[in-house]
């Protein structure tokens, strides 16, 4: 079976599909107040359509996939999706991102997936009204129970936490200090321009090693071996439950190893996080192609990768880095 590799050496082996652009919060991390221009329904790919660029995919080698949005449990009937994807006995897991303010009804049926293994609950703040200022809605009662239920369910849990400088870097220590008594991973993330804007000013630039170092004012940690395709760096701690890390997503020191490829709502293929979209996979379908066009596509398509995040910037046909991550795909 031939398998997608690119010019590097690397193996692809893990795809994020984006299923809806659309979000019930305003994050200002990743969109203007005011939102973003959606698309309309007819332009975003239907279920059947991610179906089955995900089964080409599989069959190309690809085993794990994350769905992410916007909210993808915005997205009608959702769940049934997930039902879906789970007869594909190519996948191995199914992994989801999600804000956490509508997923609680829904957790007895998710644990019932097998193939869905892990849930990356994005949650920025331990404060309420920290939490409103950052996401512009009031619903941390909501976020902070699906937070507890998802803990105490038989998946594994990990907390999103972008680390915004001048709103949220004081937090950083009471986000670790759950991992001491509860069994989550969290993950400190360095902010980025994908925020319907662009890059924005900041007093300071928490990356990497300023996230660490404000840990280690408090705690004395441990490094954990992840494994060689691992976007962050983990550690543990003496006597904790749980775990945490850092993703390095602005200073990309992770490329070397990246197994992943992106496809977007609307159906653009994406090598990387940073480039602009290097195919339209959408109207690829809808004209008609077959499996074996799908395969000959992506085979092709991933042979261009870049080496890395910085050269996949440099080479945007579309100017600066500014979409929405809800537009890309969290």
């Given at each position: 079976?031939?398998?997608l590799?690119?010019n590097?050496?690397?193996?692809?082996?893990?795809?994020?599909?984006?299923?809806?652009?659309?979000?019930?919060?305003?994050?200002?991390?990743?969109?203007?107040?005011?939102?973003?221009?959606?698309?309309?329904?007819?332009?975003?790919?239907t279920?059947?359509e991610?179906?089955?660029?995900?089964?080409?995919?599989?069959?190309l080698?690809?085993?794990k996939?994350?769905?992410?949005?916007?909210?993808?449990?915005v997205?009608?009937?959702?769940?049934?999706f997930l039902?879906m994807?789970?007869?594909?006995?190519?996948?191995?897991?199914?992994?989801i991102?999600?804000n956490?303010?509508l997923?609680?009804?829904h957790?007895d049926?998710i644990e019932k997936?097998?193939?869905?293994?892990n849930?990356?609950?994005s949650?920025d703040?331990?404060?309420?009204?920290k939490?409103?200022?950052i996401?512009?809605?009031?619903?941390?009662?909501?976020v902070?129970?699906?937070?507890?239920l998802?803990?105490?369910?038989s998946?594994?849990?990990?907390l999103?936490v972008?680390?915004?400088?001048?709103?949220?870097t004081?937090e950083?220590?009471?986000?670790?200090?759950?991992?001491?008594?509860?069994?989550v991973?969290v993950?400190?993330i360095?902010?980025m321009?994908f925020?319907g804007?662009g890059?924005?000013?900041?007093k300071e630039?928490w990356?990497?090693?300023?996230?660490?170092?404000?840990?280690?004012?408090?705690?004395?940690?441990?490094?954990?071996?992840?494994?060689?395709?691992?976007?962050?760096?983990?550690?543990?701690?003496?006597n904790?439950?749980?775990t945490?890390?850092?993703?390095?997503?602005?200073?990309?020191?992770f490329?070397?190893?990246?197994?992943?490829i992106?496809?977007t709502?609307t159906?653009t293929?994406?090598?990387?996080?940073?480039?602009d979209?290097?195919?339209?996979?959408?109207?690829?379908?809808?004209?008609?192609a077959?499996?074996?066009d799908l395969?000959?596509?992506f085979l092709y398509?991933?042979?261009d990768?870049?080496?890395?995040g910085f050269?996949?910037?440099?080479?945007r046909?579309?100017?600066?880095?500014?979409e929405?991550?809800s537009?890309?795909?969290g």
């Amino acid at each position: 079976m031939s398998k997608l590799v690119d010019n590097f050496g690397r193996q692809m082996d893990y795809v994020r599909l984006a299923v809806t652009d659309r979000c019930n919060l305003r994050c200002q991390y990743c969109m203007p107040a005011h939102g973003i221009n959606i698309v309309p329904r007819q332009e975003l790919l239907t279920f059947k359509e991610m179906y089955r660029l995900i089964r080409v995919l599989t069959e190309l080698g690809v085993n794990k996939v994350r769905l992410t949005g916007g909210e993808p449990f915005v997205r009608r009937d959702f769940v049934g999706f997930l039902e879906m994807l789970s007869y594909n006995d190519l996948l191995d897991a199914i992994n989801i991102t999600t804000n956490g303010a509508l997923i609680s009804h829904h957790i007895d049926k998710i644990e019932k997936l097998e193939k869905v293994k892990n849930i990356n609950l994005s949650i920025d703040s331990l404060q309420r009204d920290k939490f409103a200022k950052i996401t512009r809605r009031d619903v941390f009662p909501e976020v902070y129970k699906t937070f507890e239920l998802l803990e105490q369910s038989s998946l594994n849990l990990k907390l999103n936490v972008v680390v915004q400088s001048g709103f949220n870097t004081d937090e950083i220590v009471d986000f670790v200090k759950l991992t001491r008594d509860k069994n989550v991973a969290v993950r400190f993330i360095e902010e980025m321009p994908f925020n319907g804007k662009g890059q924005r000013d900041m007093k300071e630039n928490w990356t990497f090693n300023k996230i660490l170092n404000e840990v280690k004012t408090v705690f004395s940690v441990d490094e954990i071996q992840s494994e060689k395709s691992s976007t962050s760096r983990n550690y543990k701690i003496d006597n904790h439950l749980g775990t945490f890390g850092i993703i390095p997503a602005f200073t990309r020191t992770f490329c070397n190893d990246c197994n992943r490829i992106r496809i977007t709502s609307t159906g653009t293929f994406k090598n990387c996080l940073f480039d602009d979209g290097v195919f339209n996979l959408r109207d690829f379908i809808r004209k008609g192609a077959s499996n074996n066009d799908l395969k000959e596509l992506f085979l092709y398509l991933v042979k261009d990768k870049p080496e890395n995040g910085f050269i996949a910037e440099a080479n945007r046909k579309k100017g600066n880095v500014s979409e929405s991550m809800s537009t890309i795909g969290g």
